[in-house]
């Protein structure tokens, strides 16, 4: 059967970063709360407010909306607006310099550590663990003390207490990055120390300290407030938030809009700083550029815009029609997989074949909703297994299908098996979560299905851990797993492409085996014809995200229809062609040029 394939329609563009952001709700409303403060902040002096430092005796502690006094005034007559936007400029400007400084020095130390390692390292580091060893906020109040009280004294002293904070992650970012490939190419091409620090290692590093920075200046201006509630920052007539709220504890219970109002102050302000700093780390995270959002979900999102039948009646083990998938982008959804339609009966092969970025992985995942979404999204189809479409289901009886009745085989065993368990317990945790079983029967049907699968002393290799293990062998533990539940449906994405020949031929050899002896239903994505010859009783060929041609693998393979077909199988060269590969080959990608 061919199908034709239409091209694809262009993507929309990605996401500005300031898309990004406003589509974080707390990070925009933070945004727009500090982004007032500020420019109120630095509008002080054209507003027409009195003089912050102006007592009037007769006129103290007015209450809030009093006349010429919107927010009041304090136990000394001083219009309590103006001293908190007054106060409001200074806490930034402490905070934001003392958070400069801090990320400065830090992330010198850092960097100059985690490259230099060695002594270097443990000289600054120690430094570091010293000043680490004190709490910080009375490591603060003993250098204030040292210096004398003044606001110019506490921004030092701030400053001075986190520059650990810095120094840690910076050192802990740079030590991952030093021998990376692209840093030793650097050496080799004759780069100096300083030139590989600054323009090799540092570009890498800045995102860190950025975000570090925005996620910092709301604990600076909280401390300097707390030095000056404490009366060793700001010094009279000169008022911050934190002096602010020092001076008007007297009045606690007889005034208390003198200090519930700087305490607010410093709560909207450092609440919205600290929200958009989380914005902006999310921003400057590339994996959120396609448009991903920090909240996935436990199942593909369904956007379904017809409700297809319920249940299909005599229907083979897996059903699917016209399934599409795509990935929002922006406001459009950029579609990976359109219309994919074939059937896989009890015991049955079928392959799914086709290039890298085809959709053959997408359409897997799908089937069980495990798509990563945002941004993935099944806008179309249905998926029926045992003749119930899974993508009706809720989302709990959809999960408690994923390892029972379906089960995966992924490609790369090391990356999806958990390196800190034994192989035996992470399969006796997959019998565990669809069986009421306890951990001994569970471990016991664990080393059965090790047997199973050809690992040689089962007992022995239980307490292996992944690393400890050859890629065949965690290749065999990843489809024991699968079989923990004796599951009607294994899906196999591509699961030998990471072998040699010879172990590769020994995982086919054992999927068939498996399959025979139980009747599972296999369905195997790859991209070599080989492959599906040796083990496919169908085959569905998929380009751009279509299937363009399916039937019987040996029709297929003795008469494709597509052209695509032709070229994927013109791919597979034979014993002894030699350059008569070649040959045969380049006309066929000649004529496909456009």
């Known amino acids: 059967m061919t199908q034709s394939v239409t091209t694809p329609p262009s993507s929309s563009k990605r996401r500005s970063k300031w898309q990004l952001l406003m589509a974080n709700r707390l990070a925009a409303a933070g945004l727009f709360v500090f982004g007032f403060i500020l420019v109120v902040a630095i509008l002080a002096p054209l507003l027409p407010m009195p003089d912050p430092n102006m007592t009037d005796q007769p006129n103290r502690l007015l209450p809030p909306l009093s006349q010429g006094h919107l927010l009041g005034t304090d136990h000394l007559g001083r219009d309590i607006l103006s001293r908190l936007i007054w106060g409001t400029q200074i806490s930034l400007i402490v905070g934001v310099s003392a958070t400069a400084l801090a990320a400065l020095f830090g992330s010198l130390i850092g960097l100059v550590a985690g490259y230099a390692r060695g002594v270097t390292d443990s000289v600054l580091m120690r430094f570091v663990d010293m000043l680490m060893a004190f709490p910080y906020i009375l490591l603060a109040i003993a250098i204030v003390a040292a210096l004398g009280p003044g606001l110019l004294n506490a921004l030092y002293a701030i400053a001075l207490v986190n520059i650990p904070f810095f120094a840690r992650n910076i050192r802990g970012v740079t030590v991952s990055i030093r021998n990376r490939e692209f840093v030793d190419a650097a050496r080799l091409s004759g780069k100096g120390h300083v030139a590989i620090l600054f323009t090799e290692v540092l570009p890498n590093v800045l995102p860190v300290i950025v975000i570090t920075m925005s996620t910092t200046v709301g604990w600076m201006i909280l401390e300097t407030a707390g030095l000056s509630f404490l009366g060793l920052g700001a010094q009279p007539p000169t008022a911050d938030l934190g002096s602010m ?222 690393h400890e293990l050859s890629g065949g062998q965690r290749q065999r533990i990843g489809i024991a797993m699968a079989l923990a539940n004796d599951p009607d449906i294994i899906i196999a994405d591509e699961p030998t492409t990471a072998l040699d020949v010879t172990v590769q031929a020994r995982i086919l050899e054992l999927l068939q085996n498996l399959r025979r002896e139980r009747g599972l239903a296999l369905l195997l994505i790859t991209h070599d014809f080989g492959v599906v010859a040796q083990v496919c009783d169908r085959v569905a060929v998929m380009k751009n995200g279509q299937i363009v041609e399916q039937g019987d693998t040996a029709s297929i393979l003795r008469d494709p229809q597509h052209d695509y077909t032709k070229r994927l199988i013109a791919c597979v060269p034979e014993l002894g062609e030699g350059h008569a590969f070649l040959d045969r080959v380049r006309p066929l990608f000649e004529e496909a040029k456009p």
Not at 307 to 313: C, N, R, V
Not at 422 to 434: D, G, L, R, S
């Open 245 to 466: 709220l020092g001076q008007a504890r007297a009045q606690l219970f007889t005034a208390p809009h003198a200090s519930i109002i700087p305490g607010l102050m410093i709560f909207a302000l450092v609440m919205s700083i600290n929200l958009l700093g989380d914005g902006i780390r999310d921003v400057l995270d590339p994996r959120l550029r396609s448009g991903a959002l920090d909240r996935p979900l436990s199942v593909t999102r369904i956007a379904r815009k017809t409700t297809p039948a319920a249940t299909l009646a005599d229907a083979p083990v897996l059903v699917v029609e016209h399934l599409s998938t795509g990935f929002a982008n922006g406001g459009a959804v950029t579609p990976a997989v359109r219309d994919v339609s074939f059937r896989l009966g009890k015991g049955e092969c079928l392959g799914i074949i086709g290039e890298s970025g085809s959709g053959k992985s997408v359409t897997a995942l799908s089937l069980m909703g495990l798509v990563a979404s945002p941004p993935g999204v099944i806008s179309g189809g249905a998926v029926y297994i045992g003749g119930q479409d899974v993508l009706a289901l809720r989302q709990q009886e959809l999960i408690a299908l994923r390892g029972a009745r379906v089960a995966y085989v992924f490609q790369d065993p090391l990356t999806t098996l958990h390196p800190l368990f034994p192989v035996a317990t992470q399969i006796a945790e997959a019998v565990m979560a669809h069986n009421h079983v306890g951990k001994r029967e569970a471990h016991q049907r664990a080393l059965e299905l090790m047997e199973t699968v050809g690992i040689r002393d089962a007992a022995e290799r239980a307490s292996a851990y992944p």
